[in-house]
């Protein structure tokens, strides 16, 4: 069954380094999204991504974080400069045809990010 | 803004009960209600999708109802297993412009043999 892959599974980095984490949607999905989770906190949405561009943000992706899709199949979440509280599990998802959120979400395992 | 609240919490039962878990939410005008789980240490999988003008969804065991007067959602767990013990999460989706979900914050299930 095709699955969403996040690579890497725990990204350790220092204060106000940049980290891209990387996600494989599922080939047929044309949403795609990513959310955290702060330890033992609400998962929050971050950002949701139709043609090549955003289609919502949350106030949580400020102007640190950036979401691309550089080729057929990776998308990625940047942090430019990360803090401390950034720190959180973050999952990326994606999503069939139908207008966002309408249609089930698969998620994928999670990159946790730990920020020293 | 939209709140979601989950109770109980937490839940231990024995193997075999059929269970209720419970979602809540302020604001009635929403579009759909998912209800995922999540097993420690994972992400989150689709269980039940329930669009507005529904007022429930079944998939084998599970059994979600939504009542969007009352701002409430229930996910039936029937003859429970200890392969269902992880972490329930319910979600809901707004509308007027912004699909961003709200969760909350899960209600953690552990049924023993």
């Known amino acids: 069954e095709p699955e969403v892959t996040q690579t890497p599974s725990h990204q350790v980095t220092q204060m106000g380094q940049e980290v891209i984490l990387r996600c494989v949607p599922i080939?047929?999905?044309?949403?795609f999204y990513w959310y955290r989770q702060i330890l033992g906190q609400k998962v929050e949405f971050l950002v949701s991504?139709?043609?090549?561009?955003?289609?919502?943000k949350s106030e949580i992706f400020d102007d640190q974080f950036s979401v691309e899709r550089p080729d057929g199949s990776n998308f990625t979440l940047k942090i430019r400069s990360t803090k401390l509280e950034d720190s959180a599990m973050y999952f990326c998802a994606s999503s069939d045809l139908g207008t966002p959120f309408t249609d089930t979400q698969y998620f994928g395992p999670g990159t946790r990010l730990t920020v020293l | 803004k939209q709140e979601v609240t989950q109770i109980p919490a937490a839940l231990s039962v024995p193997e075999g009960e059929n269970l209720v878990l419970n979602c809540s939410f302020t604001?009635?005008?929403?579009?759909?209600l998912q209800w995922f789980r999540q097993d420690p240490g994972k992400g989150l999988t689709s269980l039940l999708l329930i669009q507005s003008s529904q007022r429930e969804q079944t998939s084998g065991r599970l059994n979600a109802s939504l009542d969007k007067s009352s701002g409430r959602s229930t996910l039936y767990i029937a003859a429970s297993q200890p392969g269902d013990s992880a972490t329930y999460l319910c979600a809901v989706r707004g509308v007027g412009g912004s699909y961003i979900p709200t969760f909350g914050r899960g209600t953690s299930l552990i049924v023993h043999p």
């Open positions: 080939s047929n999905h044309l949403y």
């Open positions: 991504f139709y043609n090549n561009e955003i289609s919502e």
């Open positions: 604001d009635s005008a929403i579009y759909n």
